[in-house]
């Protein structure tokens, strides 16, 4: 379940990127749609990082590492 989740705000980060770069060649910087999409993209990212140091803390997650 975890796995999906990630995967999910991986795919809305990536949508929320496209959005801002199609508002920065729309609109060419007459709105602030551009800095709002980016700016979203960098609260997800951030609840992802943190939500992935929680999993990983809590156990849900068990990293493994490079194997010699």
């Known amino acids: ?10 795919f809305a980060i990536l949508f929320v990127l496209f959005r801002g770069l199609y508002y ?6 007459k ?5 709002n999409s980016l700016t979203w993209r960098i609260a997800l990212s951030v609840l992802l990082i943190i939500g992935l ?3 990983v803390a809590t156990g849900v ?3 493994h590492g ?3």
Do not use: C, E, S
């Not at 920065?24 to 910087?29: C, L, S």
């Open 53 to 55: 140091i929680t999993a």
């Open 31 to 35: 709105t602030k749609r551009t800095v």
């Open 24 to 29: 920065m060649v729309k609109d060419q910087g």
């Open 1 to 10: 379940m975890a796995k999906v989740i990630i995967v999910l705000a991986l």
């Open 61 to 63: 997650i068990v990293p």
């Open 66 to 68: 490079i194997q010699p």
